[in-house]
């Protein structure tokens, strides 16, 4: 008796499901990247993106040219980052952040931030200016990693595109900043350049939330709207890495569509402004 086929969408959909996970897999045995444990549904839309823009039309295609062509994994891997960010993005948590948190942590006679996933350095330039301002630049370390090269480089420049800089002075002002914005920033063909000593105390490095460990041990860790596009079981994974890398009493920041709620370190924290999503460790 003849076997019947499989319906033809179904069929396909298993056939790209099965040659999505061996990419995935290709790329981290390759280059070390594991984006195994990230939410499929984002990372299918970018995979096929980058297919489509180096004119494959099968992921299976896309698989050879990476394993062949380290420059299309460098292309790739800007695709698979996440790089949506701005100064003082959400000014009501950097207000909370100056107001709530750096007096909490300044305790500390030297005071070291975790900055996960630091993109192009907007986040970090930020932090580096209320740390100014509370006077706690001079003794303080910032450790700013993201697992794209190339957008560490960019972020060690410590300069942004002048369009972005109006909304940049918006957001500043909203979070209740004082001083003249303009006085952190020269113009030079058409880019912002910040003053190079908010920098001096800050250590970029490449850094796998997927798969690297934890470092150092850090009063302040920060990493908003990356947890979004990680599947929950890399998200408790990420989670307890944080866990680990906080000192006692130590303050974890997230995004606003992120939460503690019902993940695997839920009961070692407190709410220190859920609104804002700053947690703080119960011990």
Known sequence: MAVPLADDHDSEAEL????????????????????????RASL??????????????????????????????????????????EMFRDPGFHGALRDRVLPLIRTHPFIRIWVA?????????SIAIMLREQEL????????????AEVLAQARTGTFALD??????RNYQA??????????????????????????DVVFAQHNLASDRSFNEFHLVVCRNVLIYFGRELQDRVLTLFDESLARRGVL??????????????????????????YRRRT
């Open 117 to 125: 996933g630091c993109s192009t350095g907007e986040e970090v330039m």
């Open 175 to 200: 979070t209740g900043g004082t001083s003249a914005f303009s006085s952190y920033y020269t113009v030079t063909g058409g880019r912002a350049v910040f003053d190079p000593g908010l920098l001096s």
């Open 44 to 85: 299918r839309r970018r995979l096929w993106r980058r297919a489509d823009l180096e004119g494959l039309r099968s992921l299976s295609g896309l698989q050879e040219l990476i394993l062949y062509d380290p420059h299309s994994m460098e292309r790739l891997l800007g695709d698979l980052s996440i790089n949506v960010t």
């Open 164 to 169: 972005r800089i109006q909304g940049y002075t």
């Open 16 to 39: 790209e499901h099965i040659e999505l996970d061996l990419l995935l897999e290709a790329i981290h045995r390759r280059y070390g990247y594991d984006f195994r444990g990230y939410a």
């Open 253 to 278: 920041a997230l995004g606003r569509k992120e939460t503690l709620r019902g993940t695997a370190i839920e009961d070692r924290y407190e709410a220190l402004i859920e609104a804002e999503r700053i």
């Open 137 to 148: 630049l001079g003794r303080a370390l910032i450790y700013a990693t993201d697992i794209d």
